[in-house]
């Protein structure tokens, strides 16, 4: 049933920010580019579900039932690349979206993938092909936005339990970002315009907080989003690198897998999130 998983409301909530996107930001994103999206992230869950139960044993096979029937991750995947990546070619996206779902099911640790999907897809094509890139002031700066962003993304964070994540990279990012306006004397102004974007707050609510990517321990947790949002800071003001944001995930997220090795939590199942209360009759 439908808005049972809160990855329902995620998906909603994704697809109502691009329909929101393409009809007040006047987006040239072309509606051809997210049909092959979605179409490749469902294909490509399948084809890779199918291959993995091919070779697994009955018993196996009955624990992967569930993801047979997984639409859900894929669909948030794709949504997800569509709000972030552009590119001139449908071929472009093609890549990035398989990139993305297959990266769930090859640097896998256990019963977790630890590459964000979408993120490792967006990595992927601004690394591999010649005519993708990332906008991250596509959103503008006004204010209503960023209300709409946390408003619905912390509906979803107090469900599944990652705020923490969320806070510990935005409020250390904010302050580097103060220390830096301040040793150079700038106007807050620039400190403000620097913060508000919409994509950075996607990024903290939606992208940095998968829980089937991220540590397990919630200090833990607190410590890595803090790693990212210093490596993002470098990036950005040393570099001068405008994604800095998806390659500083994408570069520490292969330390989730040494992190949860070394201190020891519960795993997050969605299945946890779900809904289970009966109607009253």
């Not at 990595?123 to 408003?151: C, H, K, M, N, R």
């Not at 040393?238 to 390659?247: D, E, G, H, I, R």
Request: hydrophobic share 50%; with cysteine; proline share 4%.
């Amino acid at each position: 049933m439908l808005f049972k998983d809160i990855r329902d409301y995620q998906i909603l909530y994704l697809s109502l920010f691009l329909i929101l996107g393409i009809g007040t930001r006047d987006w040239t994103l072309r509606p051809s580019m997210i049909i092959v999206v979605i179409a490749t992230s469902l294909v490509t869950q399948w084809i890779f579900t199918y291959i993995i139960n091919s070779f697994s044993t009955a018993d196996e096979k009955e624990q992967k039932i569930e993801q047979k029937i997984n639409i859900r991750s894929p669909l948030i995947t794709s949504l997800g690349i569509s709000l972030l990546l552009r590119a001139d070619y449908p071929t472009t996206m093609f890549f990035a979206t398989a990139m993305a779902i297959a990266s769930k099911f090859v640097f896998k640790f256990g019963d977790k993938h630890f590459f964000n999907p979408a993120n490792f897809g967006i990595i992927s094509a601004l690394a591999l092909t010649p005519d993708a890139w990332v906008s991250p002031g596509q959103w503008g700066e006004d204010w209503w936005y960023a209300i709409l962003f946390v408003g619905t993304g912390g509906m979803i964070l107090q469900r599944i339990g990652r705020w923490d994540t969320t806070a510990a990279f935005l409020v250390f990012y904010a302050l580097l970002e103060a220390i830096r306006n301040f040793w150079l004397n700038w106007t807050w102004d620039v400190y403000c315009h620097r913060l508000m974007s919409g994509s950075l707050l996607l990024f903290a609510l939606f992208m940095v907080t998968d829980p089937r990517s991220i540590p397990n321990s919630p200090i833990v947790r607190v410590i890595w989003a803090a790693c990212i949002a210093l490596v993002t800071f470098i990036l950005r003001n040393n570099f001068y690198l405008s994604t800095a944001v998806f390659w500083a995930l994408f570069a520490l997220a292969p330390l989730t897998v040494i992190l949860d090795t070394l201190w020891q939590a519960s795993s997050f199942s969605w299945s946890k999130t779900v809904n289970t209360e009966q109607p009253t009759p």
